[in-house]
């Protein structure tokens, strides 16, 4: 364990970046495996990659994340824009932002020698669109998902909620039916979770779904796209 708050424990994950784990429970932001290594894994390279490679001349993309949670994936995404010259818009929600006191104990920015990027996402002011780099336009949404509506197409959904057994509401039917209906054709929804019945109801949400290999600690993640 490296640090404490009410809430949060801040610990090490196998390749020495911090995860935050809930107090008092077993439930983590991120895999104990290796917080960054899942992020590249999951997002970055099975969702953002795979998309950019598919469609080249899409220089213009658009993300949805469910779960802004300790900014991890969007600090990826900014450094995947900036280096790839890709033109990126990103939305994300979270209900319960976490507090600069905790953020500012993660080590990802200084793993990544990131530290301004990161410091400019964190401190983005919520409901408002930021310029964050010439390359990535910021939108943090303080709203839950149920509450969520939006009026645009995305290309790529980050689905980064906490675990089915921990946040059911947010791996139902349902949702994915309104995910879907917000992507646009051929966008692509990846997430760490691979549970059968996460992905059989990916299918009934109108989704084709694929396992693929998982980081180290996890055999399998889930990439569904919208035909």
Known sequence: MISTTPEYKIINTDDNSHTIQ??????????????IQESNHVFISAGLNWYAEKFPGNTNIRIFEVGFG?????LLTATFAKNFALNIEYQSIDLYPLSKEV??????AQILVEEKLYYKIMTATWNEEIQITDFFNLLKINTDFQSFISREGFDVVYFDAFAPEDQPELWTEEVFKKVFHFLNKCGVLVTYCSKSIVRKRLENAGFSVTKLPGPPGKREITRAIKI
């Open 103 to 108: 953020y500012n104990r993660l080590n990802f």
């Open 70 to 74: 300790t900014g991890l994936n969007a």
């Open 22 to 35: 809930i107090n008092n429970s077993s439930v983590t932001f991120h895999s104990t495996k290796g917080a």
